[in-house]
């Protein structure tokens, strides 16, 4: 075979080793760099020969793909000189493999994040046997229980009660007071439902379908005879044991606009921003689930502007206190406290909307009425925008202390405090 100019002639062909093939790559691409000679393109499938004897033309060998092991696998299989070369980072390997395109994707439920929510009410009317509580049956269930039902998706505990009650018995409640929190495991998931006292606000009329076919009124002795469940019946002798109450509604105003992008020269008339609208929306089947008649709040608008929908809602008129104000708590502390007494001591349902920096005073003022040092823990004034403290008080029991709650003068009862809850939106 004739024998011409070879560029592998004059190589050191005999040096072979695991990256003789990438050097001799690299030199000719430095080669080709000196002298500008372009490769030229070979046709598909054809071999790269070099020219020249047999003997000098390179052999091609095809190459063995990478091979990325752990050390811990190299060490089960024996290859642990490839691992060492190509290891994988440990945190790496122990990630779950990444599932392929076409894999069905898993839906959880909504309680797959935790417990179901639930929250109902014990309903409680005067009759001629004494107090009584309305049960439900359950035909699907078979069983006797009290009117509940589950939280749903973006939902305030509160108005799920409200809603649950309308819809298995067709009355509108008013609640009052907190009850115990019942957790038990139901249908295999863990449940937790809140309840609350409450007395009749509208009675749209029963009617039954397939989850609640009856409802009765029975007193206490006939609903624990009645009731499937013992915890139940434990809820209805709570229930039944409670004095009747009215709330006193403390609530922090929704989100105002911020003090730096306001260009007004009064800080009290800030406006409540495009959330705080929102939210004051949000505030309208809250404070509707206690039955509030009395709508008091500061005079700065964002205040005012918070209470605005519910007391259009219920045909109810603001009523200015300049004493809640954050301007007239800093220049008279003394009349902050005595004016939120006065509140207290209305035998309405009342809500106040006041400012942050105002909270600390009322809520202290409100632990000094009797019963309040009971519930220390729950007067607690760090609020968030919307948020309330739901005050459950009893004129039955009024002791002889007194405030003046009246604007004549005159000497008022004071309420005991039966209960205190907080929500937030």
């Known amino acids: 075979m004739a024998s011409g100019p070879n560029r592998c002639q004059g190589r050191a062909l005999h040096r072979r080793g695991p990256r003789a093939g990438v050097r001799q790559a690299r030199e000719a691409v430095r080669r080709r760099r000196r002298t500008g000679h372009r490769r030229t393109r070979r046709a598909p499938g054809r071999r790269r020969r070099c020219g020249g004897p047999a003997r000098h033309r390179a052999v091609t060998r095809r190459r063995r793909p990478c091979r990325i092991r752990t050390r811990a696998a190299a060490r089960r299989t024996g290859?642990?000189?490839?691992a060492r070369a190509h290891a994988v980072p440990e945190d790496l390997a122990r990630r779950p493999a990444r599932p392929p395109p076409d894999a069905p994707v898993a839906v959880s439920s909504p309680s797959a994040g935790g417990p179901v929510r639930a929250?109902?009410?014990?309903?409680?009317?005067?009759?001629?046997?004494?107090?009584?509580?309305?049960?439900?049956?359950?035909?699907?269930?078979?069983?006797?229980?009290?009117?509940?039902?589950?939280?749903?998706?973006?939902?305030?505990?509160?108005?799920?009660?409200?809603?649950?009650?309308?819809?298995?018995?067709?009355?509108?409640?008013?609640?009052?007071?907190?009850?115990?929190?019942?957790?038990?495991?139901?249908?295999?998931?863990?449940?937790?439902?809140?309840?609350?006292?409450?007395?009749?606000?509208?009675?749209?009329?029963?009617?039954?379908?397939?989850?609640?076919?009856?409802?009765?009124?029975?007193?206490?002795?006939?609903?624990?005879?009645q009731l499937t469940y013992p915890r139940d019946a434990d809820l209805v002798d709570a229930a039944l044991a409670m004095p009747d109450t009215t709330p006193l509604i403390v609530l922090r105003h929704t989100q105002a606009l911020r003090r730096t992008a306001f260009n007004g020269q009064h800080d009290a008339d800030r406006p409540l921003s495009g959330r705080?609208?929102?939210?004051?929306?949000?505030?309208?089947?809250?404070?509707?689930?206690?039955?509030?008649?009395?709508?008091?709040s500061s005079d700065a608008v964002r205040c005012r502007e918070t209470?605005?929908?519910?007391?259009?809602?219920?045909?109810?008129?603001?009523?200015?206190?300049?004493?809640?104000?954050?301007?007239?708590?800093?220049?008279?502390?003394?009349?902050s406290r005595t004016r939120i007494l006065e509140l207290a001591a209305m035998r309405v349902p009342v809500v106040v909307c006041t400012h942050r920096p105002v909270l600390p005073t009322i809520v202290q003022a409100l632990a000094t009425l009797p019963g309040g040092d009971k519930h220390a823990d729950s007067f607690d004034p760090r609020l968030p925008p919307g948020g309330c403290l739901v005050v459950h008080r009893s004129f039955d029991d009024a002791t002889d202390d007194s405030v003046n709650g009246a604007d004549n003068g005159a000497e008022v009862a004071a309420p005991r405090v039966i209960a205190v809850e907080r929500h937030e939106l």
């Not at 007391?311 to 502390?333: C, F, I, K, M, Q």
């Open 119 to 225: 929250a109902g009410v014990v309903l409680v009317r005067g009759g001629s046997h004494g107090r009584e509580t309305l049960v439900i049956h359950r035909a699907h269930r078979a069983d006797w229980s009290l009117p509940k039902g589950k939280v749903e998706p973006g939902e305030h505990v509160l108005t799920t009660a409200v809603r649950e009650c309308d819809e298995e018995t067709g009355v509108v409640p008013i609640l009052g007071a907190r009850l115990a929190t019942q957790t038990y495991v139901a249908l295999g998931e863990p449940k937790i439902v809140d309840y609350w006292v409450a007395r009749i606000g509208s009675d749209q009329g029963f009617a039954p379908d397939d989850e609640v076919d009856e409802i009765r009124w029975m007193t206490a002795r006939q609903a624990h005879a």
């Open 307 to 335: 209470v605005r929908y519910f007391a259009e809602s219920v045909g109810a008129t603001v009523e200015n206190e300049p004493s809640l104000s954050e301007e007239g708590h800093e220049r008279a502390r003394r009349d």
């Open 276 to 296: 705080g609208r929102s939210q004051a929306k949000a505030v309208v089947p809250l404070l509707a689930a206690y039955g509030i008649t009395a709508v008091h």
């Open 79 to 82: 290859t642990a000189r490839t």
